[in-house]
């Protein structure tokens, strides 16, 4: 397993990012297809485009509010 990835997806958890941002810059990261559009969210999307760019600079911005 990739640390660079290991560490990223620990430390979303540990923020309490959203589940929706998570998986999708998971699936970004690892070139997964999209899912189907009707499935499609704005944390997924935003997460997904993140993953691509290997970018963990806006994980604060999906932290989700209690």
């Not at 070139?31 to 944390?43: D, G, V, Y």
């Amino acid at each position: 397993m990739n640390q660079f990835y290991y560490d990223a997806v620990t430390k979303m958890e540990q923020m309490g990012v959203d589940d929706e941002y998570i998986q999708g810059w998971q699936c970004g990261y690892l070139q997964n297809p999209k899912r189907e559009e009707q499935r499609l969210t704005p944390a997924y999307e935003a997460g997904y485009a993140d993953g691509e760019e290997k970018n963990t600079d806006n994980f604060a911005q999906w932290v989700k509010q209690s």
